[in-house]
């Protein structure tokens, strides 16, 4: 979409609201390591803050571009220490994914322990927006700039409270001060403030929340080049980025040491001998950082933002 169109639509929700309805519709992680990825770095206590501005749909994915990606994940590790980390095909409906059919085998057993291990083997949701940079406390330097930002499901939910605010039977705003806005208008919409805490081992964003509605910049050029030096969002989700079935089930067998057997009866065996096996987990110790090598860093970085994302 040309920047003046852009500018024209300015204030428009139909066709965003339109499309946060197409999503919350039912239907049936990647890696940060890339330097265009940002996320706000947070203390020892896991305490963060920073101030950013969601950004519209990028021009280079055409008319019919979103201003979000939207894929599932899954992020555990095995019992022999082996990782599992890979995007999930259901994100795309009528694609089959080896892990959410394991875990469904292991749910259907009924045993509690088999759906302790669903638990931390369940794909995660993730949504890729690009932001503008307002405020870094703890990187000053990366103000001013565009980046991508990975976000979960909570994130997400205040996006679509501020585009559609709580509403009382009769259809009236239960808050009558509160007007809805589209948090990604650079006109119109309004910068997010958000505050990472962490409770009870988990990265919290209750106290996150958008600011007054104000254009991003005051200049229509900055905002255009702005505009124009965003990434695209298609390609999170290109074919590219996913395994085939195939591929993905020789990682689990690997992850998990099946080597093919039938997921539920190797677990349902464990317990008939009064022995479970191993649940996987789904967070990253200090320990874990210790031991690692060097090359697999990566793989406790991309964990650590999947379990964040829950």
């Not at 082996?82 to 994914?97: A, Q, R, S, V």
Request: hydrophobic share 35%; aromatic share 10%.
């Amino acid at each position: 979409m040309s920047f003046s169109n852009l500018k024209r639509q300015s204030g428009n929700l139909d066709e965003i609201t339109q499309a946060i309805e197409k999503l919350n519709k039912p239907n049936t992680d990647f890696a940060e390591k890339d330097v265009n990825f940002w996320r706000p770095e947070v203390d020892k206590a896991g305490n963060g803050i920073a101030t950013f501005r969601f950004l519209p749909a990028p021009p280079c994915d055409g008319d019919e571009g979103l201003p979000w990606a939207k894929y599932f994940a899954h992020g555990f590790q095995g019992a022999g220490g082996k990782w599992y980390i890979e995007n999930c095909p259901t994100t795309f409906k009528g694609h089959e994914c080896p892990v959410c059919k394991h875990n469904n085998g292991l749910w259907d057993t009924g045993i509690q322990a088999n759906k302790d291990i669903v638990s931390k083997q369940k794909r995660k949701l993730n949504y890729v927006s690009n932001v503008y940079i307002v405020s870094d406390p703890k990187h000053p330097e990366n103000e001013g700039k565009v980046r991508l930002f990975r976000y979960g499901k909570k994130i997400f939910d205040k996006i679509t409270e501020a585009m559609k605010p709580p509403r009382n039977a009769d259809g009236s705003l239960v808050d009558p001060d509160v007007v809805p806005i589209n948090p990604f208008d650079l006109w119109k919409g309004a910068n997010f403030k958000m505050k990472v805490r962490k409770v009870e081992g988990y990265a919290n964003y209750d106290t996150s929340a958008f600011v007054t509605p104000a254009p991003l910049l005051k200049d229509d050029k900055e905002l255009e080049a702005v505009y124009k030096s965003e990434f695209s969002l298609a390609e999170i989700v290109a074919d590219a980025k996913f395994k085939t079935f195939e591929e993905l089930q020789k990682i689990l067998d690997r992850t998990l040491g099946l080597n093919g057997a039938a997921p539920s009866k190797t677990t349902v065996d464990h317990l008939k001998q009064g022995t479970a096996p191993a649940a996987p987990t789904s967070r990253v110790t200090k320990d874990d950082m210790d031991n690692v090598a060097p090359g697999d860093a990566d793989y406790f970085k991309k964990l650590e933002a999947l379990a964040e994302a829950e």
